[in-house]
């Protein structure tokens, strides 16, 4: 049974069917699918969903999806209390919802591209393809691996090595742009007008976004049927903060959860903080930037859907930070040292403008708090690898084991001294 009505413009609200259209005829404004949320009372409930499967089809029926083909292993990350932390930050009740381990490519974009990809498959497409900053050229095109369909993705030319290989390794078809990302994007939007692929982030967007609500449908799930009162999402495009707030709302509207006016937080690079800039400056126009940070995950200067990520801000009473690259390695550091976890750089600048927030009062201390984690940190090495002590290799005896020991207790912090350091390289 599908709840789904059809595509709903959001601007002017003109009804359209399920196809693979993005862009409303009436004004050109975005497409959004439509549930018929009336429909589903009392039968989506919290029962209904845990007996679902352990993966983000789980949330099935809150999806425009009808035959699932990939995602089976997808979503269903760990929302873990980090209590070592909070300690450090001086905060009660703080919690990080980790999509640096959701599998099969370690970030937050299994969840989008599962659901994009299975409706490709739905429409009959036989290729698909995407615009990407890494992460989701990584996932589209392991996704497009387990679906057996063709695959082509859209990257700027200088990402990181393990996010140009963690595409490659699955077979697509690469294109390495020269130019940032809003340069891919423009290019893929006539390729997919002209080839007639699906381009889930483009052609796709509207079943796409979509995917991204499971992000909160599992936060508020996996904290007994609650929201945190704050948020702290990352923004690129644009997609998953907006689409966490609907999430939250769609439980509420459902009854699954109560409403407790949870506010969402906005995270991004100092080097491209479009969207934070004009929550700062109170005005919804969003003005592009050529971006600069070692965040090139999150690197968009002129989001597709900024304007609304500015709105969910400003409707939920939440406000956004930006943070600078050595807040943001200091950051990565920080969640690796308490927690255990290796975030990449955009969980990097979402935990220090977490950071900024609960210093400045803006978020209190007492209330509950959600990190959210969107990458892994294996995939961009590079932007640690100088501020990290790299030991230098000794001799297998008890005598060299003991003067590197007493060197490292000299040096204290991290136990390998600057000059070991040196002479490693
Ligand atoms: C894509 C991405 C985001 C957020 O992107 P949106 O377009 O705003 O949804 C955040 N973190 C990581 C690691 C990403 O790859
Ligand atoms: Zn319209």
Redesign the pocket.
């Known amino acids: 049974m599908s709840y789904v009505l059809g595509l709903k413009c959001k601007e002017c609200g003109h009804r359209t069917t399920a196809t693979p259209v993005h862009v409303c005829e009436q004004c050109f404004g975005p497409y959004e699918v439509e549930y018929d949320y009336a429909a589903m009372k009392g039968k989506v409930t919290r029962e209904s969903i845990q007996s679902g499967p352990h993966s983000l089809w789980r949330y099935q029926d809150l999806l425009p999806v009808s035959k699932p083909v990939t995602g089976f292993h997808s979503g269903m990350t760990p929302l873990r209390r980090a209590d070592r932390l909070a300690k450090e930050l001086g905060c009660r009740e703080l919690w990080i919802k980790d999509?640096s381990c959701n599998y099969p490519t370690y970030?937050?974009?299994e969840r989008?591209v599962s659901v994009a990809i299975s409706k490709a498959v739905e429409f009959g497409f036989d290729t698909v393809g995407c615009a990407?900053?890494?992460?989701?050229a990584n996932s589209t095109a392991a996704h497009a691996a387990i679906a057996g369909i063709k695959c082509y993705v859209m990257i700027p030319h200088d990402l990181e090595t393990g996010k140009v290989l963690g595409s490659l390794v699955f077979g697509p078809q690469m294109v390495r742009i020269k130019g940032n990302y809003d340069d891919v994007n423009r290019l893929c939007t006539e390729v997919a007008d002209k080839y007639g692929w699906a381009i889930i982030?483009v052609n796709l967007r509207p079943y796409y976004?979509e995917g991204?609500k499971t992000f909160g449908f599992e936060i508020a799930e996996q904290l007994g049927w609650k929201l945190p009162q704050h948020t702290i999402?990352?923004?690129?495009?644009?997609?998953?903060?907006p689409?966490i707030l609907k999430g939250y709302q769609e439980f509420i509207e459902l009854g699954i959860v109560e409403d407790n006016k949870p506010r969402l937080y906005a995270a991004q690079a100092a080097g491209c903080n479009p969207v934070v800039k004009a929550i700062h400056a109170g005005n919804d126009i969003i003005e592009p930037q050529k971006p600069h940070t070692i965040a090139k995950?999150?690197a968009?200067g002129n989001?597709?859907?900024g304007y609304y990520?500015w709105h969910g801000i400003k409707d939920s009473n939440g406000w956004g930070e930006s943070a600078t690259d050595e807040e943001i390695v200091d950051a990565i550091k920080l969640l690796a040292r308490t927690e255990g976890i290796w975030?990449?750089?955009?969980?990097g600048t979402?935990l220090a403008c977490a950071i900024k927030l609960i210093n400045s009062g803006r978020i209190p201390k007492d209330e509950s708090i959600c990190i959210?984690i969107?990458?892994?940190g294996l995939k961009t090495v590079e932007v640690v690898q100088d501020s990290l002590p790299y030991p230098r290799a000794i001799n297998a005896t008890l005598g060299e084991f003991d003067a590197l020991l007493s060197e490292a207790s000299q040096a204290g912090v991290n136990g390998i001294s600057k000059r070991a350091l040196v002479a490693a390289r």
């Open positions: 999509d970030s937050y974009k989008v990407s900053t890494g992460n989701l982030n976004t991204a999402s990352p923004v690129a495009g644009g997609t998953i903060l689409k995950s999150i968009i989001p597709a859907d990520v975030t990449e750089p955009a969980g979402t959210c969107t990458g892994n």
